[in-house]
């Protein structure tokens, strides 16, 4: 028999004779993918227009909506990241800026492990509401949540009114309060306030 015909036959799945090492990896080949190690929720929170559901779309789906509505109620995306040589499975939360749904948003300040506020550089207003919104965490969220406070929209940096140096300010004052600014638009420094926040969770 011609023996390149032999491996052909050998190599088919359909075969009586396949080989059991072939088999061996198929089988392999078809198992789920490993599970994560960590489970972990984060909510995004601030007021309305600061680009909170732009900044979880351009961490999640690397994508920009110029014109997004505004969230109603909740909204969330998955995401799973390695860092630390784990598999983390993040669960990433997007609330509504208006106050009107703030009975509806306070429930999942409760099993966040971490709380990422935003307010836009352009904006004074947004800024100013940030001890409003620094009170809904000290009422709802566990002390053991990380914060990270983000500056966005910095692709308007000629439009900027809240500097760098108030922000720093701000922050110094709230312990435990990390400090980013970012462009969802531009995809400027997203991805790297989300991996440093779930890396402080990671080392608590």
């Known amino acids: 028999m011609d023996s390149r015909y032999e491996i052909q036959r050998r190599a088919g799945g359909g075969s009586a004779n ?7 990896q198929s089988r392999r080949r078809k198992m789920p993918p490993r ?4 489970k972990l929720q984060i909510i995004i929170i601030g ?3 600061v680009g909170k559901t732009s900044l979880m779309e351009r961490f999640t789906d690397d994508t920009f909506c110029e014109a997004c509505k505004s969230t109603v109620g909740v909204d969330f995306k998955i995401k799973t990241v390695e860092l630390r040589g784990k598999k983390i499975r993040l669960q990433i939360w997007d609330t509504a800026g208006q106050e009107r749904f703030n009975s509806i948003t306070s429930a999942y ?13 352009t904006k004074q207003e947004t800024f100013d509401d940030l001890p409003k919104w620094m009170k809904m965490i000290d009422k709802y969220a566990s002390e053991e949540a990380e914060l990270l406070l983000v500056g966005n929209k910095l692709d308007c940096e000629t439009d900027r009114i809240i500097t760098r140096q108030t922000a720093e300010r701000f922050t110094s004052r709230i312990s435990g309060l990390r400090f980013c ?4 638009k ?19």
């Open 18 to 24: 396949a080989s059991p090492a072939l088999g061996a």
């Open 35 to 38: 599970p994560a190690d960590y």
């Open 47 to 49: 007021s309305r227009g």
């Open 109 to 121: 300040y409760r099993g966040a492990k971490g709380i990422v506020l935003v307010y836009d550089i």
């Open 181 to 184: 600014e970012a462009s969802a």
């Open 186 to 204: 531009d995809n400027f420094n997203v991805e790297e306030c989300f991996l440093k926040l779930v890396d402080d969770i990671l080392a608590k």
